[in-house]
C-alpha cells in the first residue's frame, strides 16, 4: 500500500485546527478583541487550507 500523499495529511490536519478555530471563536464574546484575534487566524489558516486544496486539485493523484 502505497504512502499517502503528505499535502492529503496536511490538508487533514488544517481542516481539523479549522473546526478547533470555530469553536474557539463561537465561544468567544462577540465583538471582542480575542475574538477578532481568532477571526484573523482562521482567516490566515483558511487561506492556507484553499491554497493546499487548489494544489492538490491540479496535481493528478487520486485516493
Known sequence: ???PDP???R???LREQ???LV???NAAPMGSP???EL????GLLLA???TLREELEGADFSQ
Open 1 to 3: 500500500m502505497p504512502e
Open 7 to 9: 499535502r492529503r495529511v
Open 11 to 13: 490538508l487533514a490536519a
Open 18 to 20: 479549522l473546526e478547533a
Open 23 to 25: 469553536q474557539q471563536i
Open 34 to 36: 480575542q475574538r477578532d
Open 39 to 42: 477571526a484573523d487566524r482562521y
Open 48 to 50: 492556507s487550507v484553499v
